[in-house]
Nanobody, 126 residues
Framework: QVQLVESGGGLVEPGGSLRLSCAAS????????VGWWRRAPGKEREHVVCLTSTGGTIYQTDSVKGRFTVSGDTAKNVFYLQMSNLTTEDAADYLC???????????????????WGQGTQVTVSS
């Protein structure tokens, strides 16, 4: 059974940084896409960025370019979202999602992903 578990969320001041982790288990394929999404109160779920297991990154939201980076340890199936220069607009629940056997593609929606984590909350406040 595939499971995704996010961690690393918390409270950070504007301008601060956080690194989120997504630990994936229960699958053995080596070709997949890991997407990071966020869901702020009262807003639609937003696709932030995606990392393909072969190394390609696609930013799905322009507002995070230059501030967020993704990486992963495919041997351990742990994936990271490094966030810097955070603003109050970044406050949300952050979720990782897994597309088995498919790469990241621009503009993909939630249905593109097969599995989802429960999320980790990021609060940006002074």
């Amino acid at each position: 059974q595939v499971q995704l578990v996010e961690s690393g969320g918390g409270l950070v001041e504007p301008g601060g940084s956080l690194r989120l982790s997504c630990a994936a288990s229960g699958f053995s394929l080596n070709y997949f896409g890991v997407g990071w999404w966020r869901r702020a109160p009262g807003k639609e779920r937003e696709h932030v960025v995606c990392l393909t297991s072969t190394g390609g990154t696609i930013y799905q939201t322009d507002s995070v370019k230059g501030r967020f980076t993704v990486s992963g340890d495919t041997a351990k199936n742990v994936f990271y979202l490094q966030m810097s220069n955070l603003t109050t607009e970044d406050a949300a629940d952050y979720l990782c999602a897994l597309a088995i056997g498919r790469p990241c593609r621009p503009g993909t929606n939630e249905q593109y992903y097969d599995y989802w984590g429960q999320g980790t909350q990021v609060t940006v406040s002074s």
